[in-house]
């Protein structure tokens, strides 16, 4: 096929006088040891401008050529294809008509990109070859008015919107900068830093990213834990809306070189949503994280968790123990924070006394008492933990283990007639053992206090409105272990409600580890993790990759998703 198209092309070529056979042989060597494309070997020889070029490569391979000044796209049209994807394939969405969208290339031979933008359009393509200057104009021109459109349609959407910071009742904050707060509530950065806020709210994003790069500022929310790039202000906006967010976390808006930490609280929709923020200085300025809290769109509630009713029904009975240690596993937002706070709120009881220790408090619960520690003051877990003891609890809760100190403690904790929940990083419940083993703790301390480790993941669920069946393959059968009864599997074919993704929302995935003797006995003996696994599994526990699949099969995700975030059991 390709000799066949080289003799196109040579035939066009030679008949139209641009080259010779040595010309065109030259310029496949050349692209053959550089890896660049042959149009633009050719165009770099100088023996053919890129216009020509465009007229024979339509007539070579009977692909339709388009003049992009000459035609004026729709907005809606470009966004089909994301911004970073079009530089990346030197690629433009031009039309569409159906299920059919028509997409102008430099290079329609690329049948991987071709591929790709399938895949993210969700559309059948129909291509056409354009001008590599021109498309890299038509590119900066139309996404940079589109985002400033769509930032221009946000923020009328937030005009009337009501945001009032909520101060808080701290001595640190001087007179001064709560006037400074006062002062610049009008200016028109407060505006758009409104903006980014409330459309984090609105979309249900855990985090905010506003990322300086050399010439442009980047916005991305993390989404049912995927980052996503969205319309973002101007670069020259940059340090007022890092300064604006500092003001507002009363951070020191005149440091630029040292990471700093605080966090703010505002209402708007009539309710209060806190923000955690960190500001790191990078080589383009300070960028800017804030972790979304919003209280309303999380239930503490362990039966809305989505746990397998194994594993729920073990973590139920465990929490009502009277005295030892919990664990909960997994990576950052894994939704551990949540798992505790549901337990606690599960266990919680007018009789009992539930001190918390937690950097930060993220969700204030009634009736308990939350300690946020300061180490910038000394109060560290193990002073909270220490100051604990003396407070006669019955259940304490350490917002995370991060040294050997803070375990030794927990443990001292647990076997003295307290129930200790906590969380450690680790991938899997029996990697929590080993983790414990390699901090110092020693084998029968670990097997005298703790009770349960639990690994988490949060995994996405399908939309409920493109999900499609499709049947189960001999091949996924043998690899993921599906009984011969099932017969189906489900995926998101990608519409409106779940902007082209497939998924919608999140829900719970677990294991959980239950230290019975025979556990106990392979812990005193310093077992590997594989070998402590494998004993869990033969007494019944569900691994992650196996409650996974399990949702697969009724349809709750997809085995994409687990095979994203879940490892293959041995």
């Known amino acids: 096929m390709a000799q066949s198209l080289k003799q196109k092309m040579l035939d066009v070529l030679t008949r139209s006088n641009f080259l010779t056979k040595e010309q065109l042989d030259e310029a496949i060597e050349i692209q053959k040891t550089s890896g660049r494309r042959l149009s633009e070997v050719l165009t770099m020889m100088g023996v053919i401008s890129q216009k020509d070029l465009v007229i024979v490569l339509s007539q070579s391979m009977s692909i339709p050529p388009i003049n992009l000044s000459k035609i004026r796209i729709s907005h809606d049209v470009v966004q ?31 049948i991987l990109a071709i591929d790709e933008l399938k895949v993210l359009t969700n559309y059948e393509l ?41 101060e808080e009742k701290d001595e640190k904050i001087s007179v001064n900068t709560q006037q400074i707060m006062k002062d610049i509530e009008d200016a028109p950065i407060v505006k758009i830093t409104n903006m980014l806020l409330s459309d984090a709210i609105k979309k249900q994003a855990s985090d905010l990213l506003i990322e300086p790069q050399e010439k442009t500022l980047r916005i991305r929310y993390r989404l049912d834990g995927i980052l996503k790039e969205f319309p973002a202000p101007p670069k020259s906006m940059q340090e007022s809306i890092v300064s604006r967010i500092k003001v507002m976390s009363i951070l020191n808006i005149a440091e630029h070189r040292l990471p700093q930490d605080g966090r703010f609280k505002i209402k708007v929709l009539g309710r209060e949503v806190d923000f955690r923020v960190s500001i790191m200085p990078t080589s383009h300025g300070e960028k800017v994280a804030l972790r979304v809290l919003d ?81 910038e003051v000394g109060l560290t877990f193990k002073g909270a933990l220490r100051s604990f003891l003396r407070q006669d609890p019955d259940i304490i809760m350490v917002g995370e283990i991060r040294d050997v100190e803070t375990m030794d403690i927990s443990i001292k904790a647990a076997l003295t007639g307290h129930l200790v929940l906590s969380t450690l990083h680790t991938t899997e419940a029996a990697g929590a053992v080993t983790r414990m083993v390699n901090m110092g703790i020693e084998p029968f301390l670990i097997t005298s206090s703790c009770l349960m480790v639990c690994a988490q993941r949060l995994i996405r669920k399908i939309c409920t409105h493109c999900k499609e069946a499709y049947p189960i393959t001999d091949e996924i059968r043998e690899k993921f272990k599906i009984a011969d009864k099932f017969t189906k599997l489900y995926h998101g074919k990608g519409c409106d409600k779940c902007t082209k993704t497939g998924y919608r929302g999140r829900i719970g995935l677990c294991e959980v580890l239950l230290l019975t003797p025979e556990i106990k006995d392979l812990i005193m003996q310093k077992a590997q993790e594989g070998v402590i696994k494998a004993k869990g599994r033969e007494q019944g526990m569900k691994t992650l990759r196996e409650n996974g699949v399990t949702k697969a099969i009724k349809g709750i995700t997809s085995l994409e998703e687990i095979t994203r975030l879940t490892i293959e059991d041995d």
Do not use: W
């Open 80 to 110: 089909l294809i994301p911004r970073a994807s079009a530089e990346k394939y030197q690629a433009i969405a031009v039309s569409k008509i159906g299920k059919v969208l028509t997409v102008a290339m430099v290079d329609p031979l690329n």
């Open 126 to 166: 129909k291509v056409v070859i354009a001008d590599e200057t021109k498309l890299k104009e038509a590119i900066k021109t139309y996404y940079e008015s589109s985002s400033h459109e769509q930032m221009q349609g946000i923020i009328e959407d937030v005009k009337g919107m009501d945001i009032q910071i909520i």
């Open 295 to 375: 209280k309303t769109a999380v239930v503490l509630d362990i039966d809305t968790m989505g746990f397998e009713s194994e594993p729920l029904k073990i973590i139920k009975e465990t929490a009502m123990e009277p005295h030892g240690m919990i664990l909960v596993c997994g990576p950052t937002g894994s939704g551990k924070s949540t798992t505790l706070y549901s337990i606690l709120r599960y266990v919680d009881d007018p009789e009992k006394n539930i001190c918390t220790a937690e950097d930060p408090v993220e969700y204030q619960m009634k009736g308990i008492n939350q300690v946020n520690v300061h180490p």
